[in-house]
């Protein structure tokens, strides 16, 4: 497989946007991200979307995309994956350049979950129908359930999984597309509605409508048309039982730890030679799971490791300096891509206020479900 | 891009299939497939589906499929493009192989479409939400303006677009898996119930449910495991406008000619060296369009090739020799699969009854709501 490159990106605010369609922030998303590579041409379009069927009645999306940015024939995918339909998206563009398939390819991702949908039992078609579903449960259930095994098992406290918001938010306050600009406290945390116990409402990421694309392309062109760029060096994926009551344990995400032990393999890198990483904090008890099974601290300790301001902004490996979808928002199918656009943004010193110092390898960490699927990318500072 | 097989195939009887779940059919075409192929270990999955959520509230299909499976953590992808979902599985998987990432694969397409959801609004979603369902048009009233245009540009009469229906249930009373294997004549097709005019009943293909497989690999493991396969020799696609009405004509889909075109050009073919090909018969008339435009024949005279023989399992290109999607049934995210693997099986001589003559080329067309997206596939014998 040859080497792929990230040379543009564009994303739309991310929020409650009543006024747009879901065509017409995919195609703001797509064309800023084609003004931003300074292209004349695509070869592809991938389209990540959880469920344009039960959000806003449109499938076809991939089609839908292309014809609505003018640019009909060009080839144009639809992919899913639940939460991590952007990662799978970004995982099929690369791909479609690394096989020599195509030198230029868009993979954004979009989500309109403010349309008149019932939201919950959208997202919980995500999980198992038959024997999670169908017996009353919805994701931050299951999350709750992680959370309280997490507490159990490693002392974790309420204290230490509140955090995750308050320095999500702090980092989101720094992002001009982010959904929630606003700075929490941990108090503000612990006194919000109780959804799921221990699960509160700051501790939810939000329901968002947005957009997100990216350029990859083969390395030749990348080299032709920018100067400032990053390269992909792993792009992996890994699935587990869709139900959280097969698994043997609750607090370790076997997806997750089988996607990343590939990527370090791959790459020949450490958790340690990671500079930062974006990943999927859908309910702050993530953050603390998926931050301990990538390997950047021992089981057990992802909550301390908050506490403490190691995945602070100027902390050991800052995480989510996006906001994470906590802050920035989480458009289920473009989370993965936006992810991938912060890394980008870091690694070519465009993070404004929320640049990580000497940021040379990111890591993206996007996740469907309870954990069934995940993708991870590691980017690199060309 | 290095060459990839097709060294297995799975298929489930199509039909309704009332006891059975959507993860119970995948998982039975999966393993026959498996099976076919002689293999120990897959390396990546495919599922081809249009829309999990409107049919039967579940999304997540490829984590699910995999867990279903018994394969977690194997990497797993729902690729979705409307009734083009299984081509575009099977398009994402051969990229998978032919770019390196993987050495074998598992492609495949389901639909449960007998769930008790509403079909017709389902299908919809594959259209235009916007501009044609929200103004009451559904998929048997495209295809009618489509059936009416050629009729009126081309004096394409009723009796040669109902002969379609005539040879493809012929194909089908040979295919043991087919949904309707009874033979019909053409007064029986001109006295069904009128659906959209001029279209009838016995125009439109069914409402099905079923699921097909295929399992994909580099060429050095298909000759250490089979003596007896075929090759991708094309795998291309293409785009078109969402609406009907924003085409030129509605005569002609561009995006079959253009995925066509270039599955032409990338193999040094012409129309007339393909020995048969499998087509998207969603309704009697698009056979028609498609042959046309794949160059089978000069544009107009496609339902006269039908009454002359042109395109009978003896005639001079055997279409949907499999029955198909009029006889054999549409489980729509299948369907691309589901030609795939009668391709495979007239290249290597498994077709029984249906087997075409001396058959060396077989091309697969498959395409989405009406015509905005399409796949080609063009396989090999070894």
Redesign the interface.
Known sequence: ?REVAVIGTGITKFGELWDK?IKDIFVEAALKAIDDASIDHIDSIYVGA?????F?????????M???LG????????????CASGG?SF??AY??V????SEIVLAGGVEKMNDGADVTA?LA??????YE?YNGITFPGLYAMIANAHMYEYKTTREQIAAVAVKNHKNGSNNPNAQFRNQITIEQVLNSSLVADPLRLLDCSPVTDGAAAVILCSMDVAKKLSKNFAKIIAS????????LY?RKSFTTL??VT??ADLAYKLTGLKPSDIDFAEVHDCFTIAEIVVFEDLGFCEKGFGGSAVVEGMTSLDGKIPINTSGGLKSKGHPVGATGIAQIIELSEQLTGKAGKRQVKNARIGLAQNM??SG??CTINILEAV
Chains 1, 2 share one sequence.
């Not at 959880?50 to 039960?54: F, R, T, V, Y």
């Not at 806003?56 to 839908?64: D, F, K």
């Not at 992996?236 to 139900?243: M, P």
């Open positions: 497989m369609s959880m469920s344009g069927g039960l806003v009645g449109q499938e076809h999306l991939g089609a839908v292309a014809d609505y640019m009909a024939p060009v080839p144009a995918t639809r992919v899913e994956s639940a799978m995982k099929q791909l479609d690394a096989s020599g398939n959208a078609s995500a999980a198992d129908q038959e579903v992996t994926q890994a699935s587990d039982s869709i139900a097969q076997n997806a089988k996607a469907g479900g069934a699927s």
